[in-house]
């Protein structure tokens, strides 16, 4: 069975910072692109990052420059840094990956809370 097992999140206040791990099991992902998502409170779900296999890069307009994306194909991982947090940034964050048969799975979420 394919998983994708998210971590890190938590309670964080305005400007803090949080990382965020996914980690995969049951299959490899080193050859598609993976990311995260997230949704707000009453929103849509919202693309934050993208990365692609050899290391490429795309981000959401609003997360630029706080947030980081990178990925660690020996773990079968990825990560998500998080810096100067804002309460907008608070969502459930959920991991997104291709693995290496073109076949897309989701991970179950983890919650992110900024505080004001």
């Known amino acids: 069975q394919v998983q994708l097992a998210e971590s890190g999140g938590g309670l964080v206040q305005t400007g803090g910072s949080l990382r965020l791990s996914c980690t995969a099991s049951?299959?490899?992902?080193?050859?598609?692109?993976m990311g995260w998502y997230r949704r707000a409170p009453g929103k849509q779900r919202e693309l934050v990052a993208l990365?692609?296999?050899?290391?490429?890069?795309n981000y959401a307009d609003s997360v630029k420059g706080r947030f980081t994306i990178s990925r660690d194909n020996a773990k079968n991982s990825i990560y998500l840094q998080m810096d100067n947090l804002k309460p907008e940034d608070t969502a459930v964050y959920s991991c997104?990956?291709?693995?290496?048969?073109?076949?897309?799975?989701w991970g179950k979420g983890t919650r992110v809370t900024v505080s004001s």
């Open positions: 997104w990956g291709r693995d290496d048969f073109a076949v897309e799975y």
């Open positions: 990365i692609t296999s050899g290391g490429g890069t």
């Open positions: 049951g299959s490899t992902f080193s050859r598609n692109g």
